[in-house]
């Protein structure tokens, strides 16, 4: 700043510019057109990523809470059933079946009803039918002079007299809901709030901690493979380094399919290793090992399929840590071992957490292998995520199931932040 | 040289190395090192300076030869058992240790107690001035205290020879310069065998008992700092060694102690003969710009002057510096003390100088 301003802007206050106006805002103005032009130029990006990814996380995760479907069908159903007493054993008086009888009518003239009987059949099987079949008979019903209707709706079916429907109806009528959430953990809302589901109906905590202990064996196979290629990598000469490298990056290259399927063709039990096996007499015929459809299979293709996101990293760290750190550990009377322990693998340990980020992350949400090699015991949550988006078409709990994911996955990367520190890891 | 020990604490003996199998790098190396010497390798990069303190450290192998110390042959001495302090050109301090934990590190892996190491790492600390910085991380200090620390580190464990290379290389120059001062105390008041490797030729002139320098794979010259300056052995010693100027010319008078050349412009001077063999012989005559003089009244009777035109007059504080053309070369140097009496030479002016035989040394052309 030249004298003549320091002189003229006032001792408090803020700083002016030569023609008076405030400093801050003149830089801003200044500034304006560059920040604009920044935006321009992100923008397609920007606009791209918020259209096809965060738009639709957003929208699956409002999903996975969201529960309007109850009270738009049966509005009146929802308002009358309030005040009915769900922990007693009565079902609900006349004036809710009227309620009920009203609200089906129109739902079955806008063919809802069957959609509202799928979605509180995910809660209660049976209900479904129970929908469809009434929505038919209470189309021909007249709703001024047929009452009362609790009988009529018992004719149709006894499930309306069953204490459970109503309870389902009620504890879903909220716009609202974490019965998703507590599905998938296995829970349910039950009369006095959330509980375990029976002992043989419970699957996703299982699937989960199978999902993040595979991961785990996947990481650190990939750390203990991927380790001494990585430094191989960073030391050979340049011409061998760099066949080396395209070694690396060859399968990277090769389609997921590709490299499932051929580890499919090595690893079945009529497959190349038993054979091989058998051959040499390590394994008798009869007595061919299963390494496919299970677990093994699972760890085996994707330790493989992932360790290009291991070793790269490594690689990068690797590559930056001067020669001349084991020759000084050397020097200083440390032997082979001590050196690279000591000195060597410290400063590699955030290739490694990087390292092992990616391949957990990548791990935890793989879909495509573990359905193709994981046999029954080998899948993932996200192939039970898979199934209810394509299959049950229970998006709801598949968006829950994904949150819970999504929020695991959150949690280990505070979690290494906290103890190792993210700006530790070293990507390149 | 000290006069404590033997003189050949360190000896290389016939070495030589290749890295290819096609050329020398180090071609014939004869050296004795004596203990509590400090020897400098000075030399332009790719002169094997460096190579042969790799070899010495154990991180490279001799191609031909036997490197003793005290006495032992080292060759197949693992660099860990050599039990030799190393400085590195970059530090090479463990950046995911304490200054602590780095001077603790020879100590540990001697499987020395712990009582032992910390009374040992806070007298090397002490003895570099940086006993409070014990707690740092390499990267949260500056070049000349990682240096330090460099320096303490190779020292903790009392080594008995201990390698530099190129310590100083990224320091500025005041910093450079009291650090020069600080190494050549600890060697000498430890009394530990150093070598040092470097390119500056300062640094070498200041710090050594001894200066061995480098060119080719081969030591040119290894004398005392004074007389590597002041008697030169050959051309290159005398260009590589502070500044020189050279003149080429063929000897026309040789007797024992001086000599007559005839530079290419035809005009005579007086020199002393060192690298020449006969009369007739090409030869380049090496002079230091503080020995030449223009004052007549300073030349003695009959001595051979020759004719200069003043190019530049650069006034540098303690010297004046004035640029010549001598003999058709218009790079002739001339550097006269800051004293009341002396003359500021114009550019453009004709001066007559000349000089004492024996600081103009006609050596190999």
């Known amino acids: 700043m030249?004298?003549?301003?320091?002189?003229?802007?006032?001792?408090?206050?803020?700083?002016?510019?030569?023609?008076?106006?405030?400093?801050?805002?003149?830089?801003?103005?200044?500034?304006?057109?560059?920040?604009?032009?920044?935006?321009?130029?992100?923008?397609?990006?920007?606009?791209?990523?918020m259209v096809t990814f965060i738009l639709p996380v957003a929208d699956m995760l409002y999903r996975s809470v969201e529960n309007g479907i109850v009270s738009e069908t049966l509005p009146r159903t929802v308002v009358a059933l309030a005040d009915w007493d769900a922990g007693g054993d009565t079902p609900p008086d006349e004036a809710v079946f009227a309620a009920l009888a009203a609200d089906i009518q129109i739902a079955a003239e806008e063919k809802t009803h069957t959609k509202l009987g799928s979605r509180l059949n995910y809660e209660n099987p049976g209900m479904s039918s129970l929908f469809r079949k009434s929505g038919r008979q209470v189309q021909r019903w007249d709703l001024n002079t047929d009452?009362?209707?609790?009988?009529?709706?018992?004719?149709?079916?006894?499930?309306?007299?069953?204490?459970?429907?109503?309870?389902?109806?009620?504890t879903y009528s909220p716009a609202m809901t974490s019965?998703?959430?507590?599905?998938?953990?296995?829970m349910q809302l039950g009369a006095d709030g959330p509980e375990m589901r029976p002992e043989?109906?419970?699957?996703?905590?299982?699937?989960?901690?199978?999902?993040?202990?595979?991961?785990?064996?996947?990481?650190?196979?990939?750390?203990?493979?991927?380790?001494?290629?990585?430094?191989?990598?960073?030391?050979?000469?340049?011409?061998?380094?760099?066949?080396?490298m395209i070694l690396v990056l060859l399968p990277f290259w090769t389609s997921l399919l590709v490299r499932t399927s051929a580890w499919k063709i090595l690893l079945q039990q009529q497959g190349v290793i038993n054979d091989i096996l058998v051959w040499i007499g390590l394994v008798s015929d009869d007595a061919r090992l299963v390494m496919i459809n299970n677990q093994l299979g699972t760890i085996i293709a994707m330790t493989h399929i992932l360790l290009p996101f291991m070793i790269l990293p490594m690689y990068s760290v690797m590559q930056s840590i001067n020669p001349s750190y084991l020759r000084a550990a050397k020097s200083l009377g440390a032997t082979d071992w001590t050196a690279f322990w000591r000195v060597y693998f410290p400063q590699t340990v955030p290739g490694i957490g990087a390292g092992s980020i990616l391949v957990f992350i990548l791990a935890i949400g793989y879909y495509i292998t573990p359905a193709l090699v994981g046999g029954t015991t080998g899948t993932f949550i996200s192939n039970r995520i898979a199934f209810h988006i394509s299959t049950s078409l229970n998006w709801g709990l598949a968006a829950a199931l994904g949150g819970i994911l999504l929020a695991v996955v959150l949690v280990f990367y505070w979690a290494y932040d906290k103890f190792v520190g993210i700006d530790n890891v070293k990507l390149g | 040289m000290l006069d404590q020990g033997s003189d050949d604490f360190v000896v290389f003996d016939k070495v030589q190395k290749s890295y290819d199998g096609q050329t020398l790098v180090v071609k014939d190396l004869n050296l004795s090192i004596g203990k509590g010497e400090f020897l400098t390798m000075l030399g332009p990069s790719g002169s094997g300076k460096t190579t042969c303190l790799m070899m010495l450290?154990?991180?490279?192998?001799?191609?031909?030869?036997?490197?003793?110390?005290?006495?032992?042959?080292?060759?197949?001495?693992?660099?860990?058992?050599?039990?030799?302090?190393?400085?590195?050109?970059?530090?090479?301090?463990?950046?995911?240790m304490t200054v602590a934990e780095n001077l603790a590190f020879p100590l540990e892996v001697r499987k020395l107690g712990k009582s032992d190491r910390e009374?040992?790492?806070?007298?090397?600390?002490?003895?570099?001035?940086?006993?409070?910085?014990?707690?740092?991380?390499?990267?949260?200090?500056?070049?000349?205290?990682?240096?330090?620390?460099?320096?303490?580190?190779?020292?903790?464990?009392?080594p008995e020879l201990v390698l530099m290379d190129e310590p100083l290389g990224a320091l500025d120059k005041q910093l450079r310069e009291h650090m020069q001062f600080e190494i050549t105390r600890l060697a000498h008041e430890l009394g530990i065998t150093t070598v040092y490797v470097t390119h500056d030729q300062t640094e070498a002139l200041t710090m050594s008992d001894r200066v061995a320098v480098f060119n080719d794979g081969r030591i040119q010259q290894l004398d005392p700092p004074d007389t590597l300056y002041e008697e030169p052995k050959n051309s290159?010693?005398?260009?590589?060694?502070?500044?020189?100027?050279?003149?080429?010319?063929?000897?026309?008078?040789?007797?024992?102690?001086?000599?007559?050349?005839?530079?290419?412009?035809?005009?005579?001077?007086?020199?002393?003969?060192?690298?020449?063999?006969?009369?007739?012989?090409?030869?380049?005559?090496?002079?230091?710009?503080?020995?030449?003089?223009?004052?007549?009244e300073r030349f003695q009777e009959g001595a051979h002057l020759l004719k200069a035109e003043v190019l530049e007059f650069i006034y540098m504080g303690d010297v004046f510096r004035t640029r010549l053309r001598v003999a058709g070369r218009d790079d002739f140097i001339m550097k006269c003390r800051n004293a009341p009496d002396q003359i500021r030479l114009k550019p453009g002016e004709t001066v007559n100088i000349g000089w004492m035989p024996e600081d103009c040394r006609a050596l190999d052309a």
């Open chain 1, 2 to 49: 030249s004298d003549t301003t320091t002189d003229d802007s006032p001792q408090n206050g803020p700083v002016l510019a030569a023609d008076g106006t405030p400093l801050r805002r003149s830089l801003a103005r200044a500034l304006r057109r560059q920040k604009l032009r920044a935006l321009m130029l992100i923008a397609p990006l920007l606009i791209f990523i």
């Open chain 1, 147 to 170: 009452g009362p209707f609790k009988e009529k709706f018992l004719d149709i079916d006894d499930d309306w007299g069953d204490i459970d429907v109503w309870r389902t109806i009620q």
């Open chain 1, 179 to 186: 019965g998703y959430y507590l599905a998938a953990v296995d």
């Open chain 1, 200 to 244: 043989n109906e419970r699957i996703y905590l299982k699937l989960f901690g199978r999902t993040l202990m595979m991961s785990l064996a996947i990481t650190l196979s990939c750390i203990a493979l991927g380790y001494p290629v990585a430094w191989l990598l960073a030391n050979l000469p340049m011409r061998t380094s760099n066949l080396l």
């Open chain 2, 57 to 96: 450290a154990g991180f490279e192998t001799a191609t031909h030869g036997d490197i003793l110390l005290d006495g032992q042959g080292i060759n197949n001495i693992p660099p860990h058992k050599r039990g030799i302090g190393m400085v590195f050109q970059n530090y090479a301090l463990f950046p995911h």
């Open chain 2, 119 to 158: 009374a040992k790492v806070k007298r090397a600390l002490d003895m570099v001035q940086m006993g409070d910085f014990a707690n740092r991380r390499p990267a949260q200090l500056s070049g000349g205290q990682q240096q330090r620390i460099a320096l303490a580190r190779a020292l903790v464990f009392e």
């Open chain 2, 236 to 296: 290159f010693v005398a260009q590589f060694i502070g500044e020189n100027n050279s003149l080429e010319g063929t000897v026309k008078e040789l007797n024992n102690d001086t000599a007559v050349v005839q530079l290419d412009d035809g005009s005579l001077i007086d020199c002393r003969p060192v690298n020449v063999k006969q009369v007739g012989d090409r030869t380049k005559v090496s002079i230091r710009p503080e020995r030449v003089e223009y004052r007549s």
